[in-house]
């Protein structure tokens, strides 16, 4: 069972690059999101998805696009990586939003120099 | 607004402790879900608990158990005879009513450090 997959798992960046994190899951749930994690400020929502082409803006969405053609993948595009885009960032899943554990993957630390 | 916060930035205990992770939220819904998750120091995220908003019942796992009570807007969590591996950083986390999403608001989370 791969669960939640995010690749890569690190990254480093300069300035104004462009990239994608790919997010997949496997159990073929509703619900997906993307959470960036900083020192002393737990997750913050970024973008989520109620379902394959509904997309919509979480608490810190500035600088970053996402996009749902499957239910499967829920990749987020950096479009002009900043060094304040340094960061961990989790995709998670649930099988809806009702309410249920999300899963999560296992992170892709980014460095933006 | 909702909000949750974790007071407690860290906690540093001797083996076989008890220690309590303190969880405050803020909402004005009616119905909500409250999560625990765990953060080791390998980094993933582990779901540990939910609770929705009309389930007051205290629930034990094992070591761990879970004290909700909404006349407090709180939802602590305590681990008894504390171990090593339960160091890690612990996150309680609020779940919207899914009319605005079902999104996921995350305090900053508690590291927990116990020591041999």
């Known amino acids: 069972n791969a669960g939640v997959t995010q690749t890569p798992k690190f990254q480093v960046l300069k300035t104004g690059q462009s990239m994608t994190l790919q997010c997949a899951q496997d159990?073929?749930?509703?619900?997906m999101s993307w959470y960036r994690q900083d020192p002393g400020m737990g997750l913050r929502l970024i973008h989520y998805?109620?379902?394959?082409?509904?997309?919509d803006q979480g608490e810190v969405p500035n600088g970053y696009n996402v996009s749902r053609s499957t239910t499967e993948d829920f990749p987020l595009r950096l479009l002009s990586a900043a060094p304040s885009q340094t960061s961990v960032y989790f995709c998670?899943?649930?099988?809806?939003?009702?309410?249920?554990?999300?899963?999560f993957g296992d992170g892709t630390r980014l460095s933006i120099l | 607004a909702q909000k949750v916060t974790q007071a407690q930035t860290e906690i540093s205990v001797v083996e076989k402790e008890d220690v309590t992770l303190d969880c405050v939220y803020e909402?004005?819904?009616?119905?909500?879900?409250l999560f625990w998750y765990k953060q080791p120091p390998s980094g993933e995220l582990v779901f540990l608990i939910r609770?929705?908003?009309?389930?007051?019942q205290n629930e034990i796992s094992g070591r761990y158990s879970w004290n909700f009570q909404k006349s407090t807007s709180s939802f602590n969590f305590t681990i008894t005879a504390s171990q090593v591996v339960d160091s890690a950083v612990y996150f309680c986390?609020?779940?919207?009513?899914?009319?605005?999403?079902?999104?996921?608001?995350f305090g900053q989370g508690t590291e927990l450090s116990v020591k041999p």
């Open positions: 998670a899943s649930s099988y809806s939003f009702r309410g249920q554990p999300q899963h």
């Open positions: 159990m073929n749930h509703e619900y």
């Open positions: 998805s109620v379902g394959a082409g509904i997309t």
């Open positions: 909402t004005r819904d009616t119905t909500y879900y």
């Open positions: 609770r929705n908003s009309f389930d007051e």
């Open positions: 986390a609020l779940s919207l009513p899914y009319n605005q999403g079902g999104k996921l608001i």
